[in-house]
């Protein structure tokens, strides 16, 4: 690991001037000021085996190992609790803090890098999107971000996505980074006291080539009425993950429609029995959902789509994780929608539902341009959001000529990131 040359440890909010006060934070409320319970490495209980071990990790470039109560202000404690290490840092304020991290006298090269960040939340009632802003000497910055669930409430490695390379208009020199910055970002309507603890942030490695994965969600008939012969008219296959229950419904694809999709190529994925949230199930009850539609998919001969799994309205937890991941290479959620630069969890690969064409245009330009993937999902297209769907998969068809991107589907995906977990990471 990267040693800092000085630390400083503030509850500034982005975009105001570096100082150990208190400040307002972006949407102007007032900073919590009153005085916080401290937890200073007596919250030490062993952790669960959780996903964040399993896949190929990148280089830690903050560990917090070295973080004192007492450079801190209140807002935030230091704990015994940790997924690497011996210890973590938690956010226990309720707007916008954050913790900056000064390597002034060693610049980081971030180049042609991505981050992710091993976290928990916990007592959340909606959960958070935290940023890691990365800034150089002249205060130019990028921001990466992503979103964590209330019900990851064990260790979690989340890939964080770009969300603004360049904050205040200037992309920052990526090969001489000097302040990284976490800001935990509680959704507005928390109460109670939520925590958002921090391992560690990581630099992930990048694709050469940006990628597109196309999927569909809920088995709509639509999909192969609609959207099959648009993308095998390019060549292209895709994922659909469908709900068992449905299959043969009304307006749902009925088996024989699943066979072609597959016999084109397609990968017909497990979107659970009768579509429930899965948050919040039992561990019986999700592996009824989970295991049930997994045992239909391979008993129908859909054995690759079996191995992919998507969670229904995002529901995930701490459970759920474990139970999918249990069987499957891949699981999707539902992310802010901007590219990620390097998926290395594969067990929480994020998708962006029913994107109008343009922000499809923008992101796969975002993506494009600094590398990544861009995971976009889609349920019913009738009327205008077939024509919509054409013009995103135009854009998409004009880049692939242009050599600027490949569409791949989930389990190309998933063999890409090294299949088993021993990716050799590049950067
Ligand atoms: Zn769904």
Known sequence: M????????TAIGIGTALSGCLSRDGDGSASESE????????DSSPEPESEWRSWPAG?????VEDVRTEDIDEN???????ATGSQSIYY???TNGSVAFDYADDPLDLTESGMALIVKAKDYSTGASPFVELEDGDGNRWRFRQRVSAAADGWIRIDLAIDDPAVDGVEPDLSAIETIRLRPSPSSNESGRPRLYFDSLWRTPSFDTAKVVLQFDDGHETQYTEAFPILSSYGWSATTYVTTDWIGNDDRCDLDQLEELQDDGWIVGNHTVTHPNLRGLSVEEVEAEVEGAREWLIEHGFQEGANHFAYPENGYSRDAIDVVREHHQTGRVSSLSYPVVFPTNP?????????????????VDRTIEHGG???PYWHRLTGET???FRNSMEYIRARERDGDLEVIRMDELHRQLGGDGSTATRG
């Open 2 to 9: 990267r040693r800092r040359n000085a630390l400083y440890y």
């Open 35 to 42: 005085p916080r319970e401290r937890a200073s490495a007596v």
């Open 59 to 63: 280089t830690a470039i903050e560990t």
């Open 76 to 82: 935030w404690g230091v704990t015994g609790t940790a």
């Open 92 to 94: 226990a304020g309720s």
């Open 347 to 363: 067990q929480l690969v994020s998708g962006d539902g029913d994107p109008e064409s343009s922000r499809v245009e923008r992101i």
């Open 373 to 375: 993937i861009y995971a």
């Open 386 to 388: 077939v024509d919509d």
